[in-house]
């Protein structure tokens, strides 16, 4: 089944501690990004990757990493969590960059940072 | 700067009632598209429709359909005869061409909720 996979789907931490969300898909997207969900405010782009090696920063940047060492998988780091980066984390894949291709959605990530 | 505004933050309705969520976007680009998911109380994404700016035509799917006005940058979605599991967030998105990251920027999204 084509899909994308994040982990873990829940999560509690504490202010400071070091976190990795993975995700990985299996679909040879050459496109991934990850996204963060907030009441009121929709979704919004973190950072994003069109290949291997190739990364950048979205609309809320600040405090996260990524990398992208191989195609299928794309994790999100989080060196230093601090509460306001509580929130419900997505990542997708869509098979290029460039407009018009279809998004594929992981199920999402609840953190919690307290 | 491309912005999508879902205007009604949250919609009651009593089963069977039509429920039309309203979405407009704002782009200086000429080719874009333009999404809807759904994201249930289980929290995934679910895809509902994709137009591109080229194409006006409404559409319909089962009981779900979509008005599409370039003119007036709306892309509204109307549920006929809601059932309590149309009870769910609806985000609208406008994905465009010249946007840097192959971004999809969302509204922030409508909750509608469908009462027995």
């Known amino acids: 089944e084509a899909q994308v996979t994040q982990n873990p789907r829940y999560l509690i931490t504490v202010t400071g501690k070091k976190l990795t969300v993975t995700c990985s898909q299996n679909?040879?997207?050459?496109?991934m990004s990850w996204y963060r969900q907030d009441p009121g405010l929709g979704l919004r782009q973190i950072y994003y990757?069109?290949?291997?090696?190739?990364?950048d920063k979205g609309d809320v940047p600040e405090g996260y990493k990524v990398s992208r060492k191989e195609k299928r998988n794309f994790p999100l780091i989080l060196e230093s969590p601090s509460p306001n980066q509580t929130s419900l984390y997505f990542c997708?894949?869509?098979?290029?960059?460039?407009?018009?291709?279809?998004?594929?959605f992981g199920s999402g990530t609840r953190l919690t940072v307290v | 700067a491309q912005k999508v505004t879902q205007a009604q933050t949250e919609i009651s309705v009593v089963e069977k009632e039509d429920v039309t969520l309203d979405c407009v976007y704002e782009?200086?680009?000429?080719?874009?598209?333009l999404f809807w998911y759904k994201q249930p109380p289980s929290g995934e994404l679910v895809f509902l429709i994709r137009?591109?700016?080229?194409?006006?035509q409404n559409e319909i799917s089962g009981r779900y359909s979509w008005n599409f006005q370039k003119s007036t940058s709306s892309f509204n979605f109307t549920i006929t005869a809601s059932q309590v599991v149309d009870s769910a967030v609806y985000f609208c998105?406008?994905?465009?061409?010249?946007?840097?990251?192959?971004?999809?920027?969302f509204g922030g999204g409508t909750r509608v909720l469908v009462k027995p």
């Open positions: 997708a894949s869509s098979l290029a960059g460039g407009v018009g291709w279809d998004y594929t």
């Open positions: 679909m040879n997207h050459e496109y």
């Open positions: 990757s069109m290949n291997v090696e190739v990364t």
């Open positions: 782009t200086r680009d000429t080719t874009y598209y």
């Open positions: 137009r591109n700016s080229f194409d006006e």
């Open positions: 998105a406008l994905s465009e061409a010249e946007a840097a990251g192959n971004k999809l920027t």
